[in-house]
């Protein structure tokens, strides 16, 4: 008796082992000006590129692979690779936030998230679009997001290249974004001014 009950129990153990594990949103807090979302991101890597979006929203949770990386590199390839993110803004005192893909040599970037009626929309980008076209003046790709307080929102990127294909995702607070993007130009132009220096004393 005591053999089948071991039995059972060890059953059900494995049984619960092999059960898509549920992602659980990224919680933003008041003091998350800045976070990196890649490792909390979850990835379906389309070989053929054909799958739509309907497709992606309705394929099963075990077809979602954990990202589990700061920095995902899914190297040279010619599929779309889908990565799905879920947040949840637990801050009372702003609902605007900003997404990033830091990484400017993408080819196709599409962004799919829900407005206020929770109806889809999305924005198309990339490196061979003109940069004037972007949604925000960023050497990378960057999205504006609205998040209502305590409200998880499943937001959903779409990238292929031709390039190396890598894919590190931040989450800003609007006023965190934009004092990045004041300071960012003055540590570059620090930077090749010193190389510049460098150069004309020893020439």
């Not at 497709?55 to 075990?62: E, S």
């Not at 900003?98 to 970037?109: G, N, R, T």
């Not at 590190?168 to 220096?197: D, H, K, N």
Request: hydrophobic share 45%; proline share 8%; with cysteine.
């Amino acid at each position: 008796m005591i053999t089948g009950l071991r039995r059972l129990v060890l059953l059900i153990a494995i049984l619960l082992c092999a059960l898509p594990a549920q992602a659980e949103p990224v919680r933003l807090d008041a003091g998350d000006s800045m976070r990196r979302v890649s490792r909390d991101a979850h990835v379906i890597v389309d070989q053929q590129g054909r799958l739509s979006f309907d497709d992606i929203r309705q394929a099963p949770a075990d077809r979602w692979q954990p990202v589990a990386t700061a920095f995902p590199n899914f190297g040279f390839t010619k599929a779309a690779v889908w990565l799905k993110l879920e947040l949840v803004n637990a801050a009372t005192t702003h609902n605007d936030y900003v997404l990033q893909v830091e990484y400017p040599l993408l080819d196709s970037v599409q962004f799919h998230y829900p407005d206020p009626a929770g109806q889809y929309r999305h924005i198309e980008t990339g490196d061979q679009k003109p940069f004037r076209e972007r949604v925000l003046p960023d050497r990378h790709f960057a999205f504006p997001l609205q998040l209502p307080p305590e409200t998880p929102v499943t937001l959903y990127l779409r990238m292929q290249s031709t390039d190396t294909l890598i894919a590190p995702l931040a989450v800003f607070t609007q006023s965190a974004y934009e004092e990045t993007q004041r300071v960012e130009p003055l540590f570059f132009g620090m930077y090749y001014g010193a190389i510049l220096v460098i150069l004309f004393v020893n020439s």
